[in-house]
C-alpha cells in the first residue's frame, strides 16, 4: 500500500507561480510513475504531467513551456513547479503514482488563479 500527501496548492494571481509537491510513503517499493492530473468544476479529470522513474517527461499541451514536472527518487516524491498561471489552470490536482501493486492517488489540493 501506498500513501500520498500532497501540499502546496493555494490561490494566485494570473501569471503567478505555485509548486506542488506529493510525497509517496513507499519503503521498499520501487515507483515506476509519478504524475498529476487536475480536475476543473464540471470537467474530466485530465492527465497534466508525467515523469518516468528514468526522468521522461510528458505533458498536455496547454501547459507545455509553463509547467515543469520532477521527481527525487531518493525521496520519493514528485514535484510540479506551475509558472504563467492562468485562470483556465483552477482546478483541484491530483498527484497520482503506480508501482507493480497498482496505481495511487492523492487526496487533491486545490489551485485556485483569480484576480
Known amino acids: 500500500q501506498v500513501q500520498l500527501v500532497e501540499s502546496g496548492g493555494g490561490w494566485v494571481q494570473p501569471g503567478g507561480s505555485l509548486r506542488l509537491s506529493c510525497a509517496a510513503s513507499?519503503?521498499?517499493?520501487?515507483?515506476?510513475?509519478m504524475g498529476w492530473y487536475r480536475q476543473a468544476p464540471g470537467k474530466q479529470r485530465e492527465l497534466v504531467a508525467v515523469?518516468?522513474?528514468?526522468?521522461?517527461?510528458n505533458y498536455v499541451d496547454s501547459v507545455k513551456g509553463r509547467f515543469t514536472i520532477s521527481r527525487d527518487n531518493a525521496k520519493n516524491t514528485v514535484y510540479l513547479q506551475m509558472n504563467s498561471l492562468k485562470p483556465e489552470d483552477t482546478a483541484v490536482y491530483y498527484c497520482?503514482?503506480?508501482?507493480?501493486?497498482?496505481?495511487?492517488w492523492g487526496q487533491g489540493t486545490q489551485v485556485t488563479v483569480s484576480s
Open positions: 515523469i518516468t522513474r528514468g526522468g521522461n517527461t
Open positions: 513507499a519503503s521498499g517499493t520501487v515507483i515506476y510513475v
Open positions: 497520482n503514482v503506480a508501482n507493480f501493486t497498482g496505481t495511487y
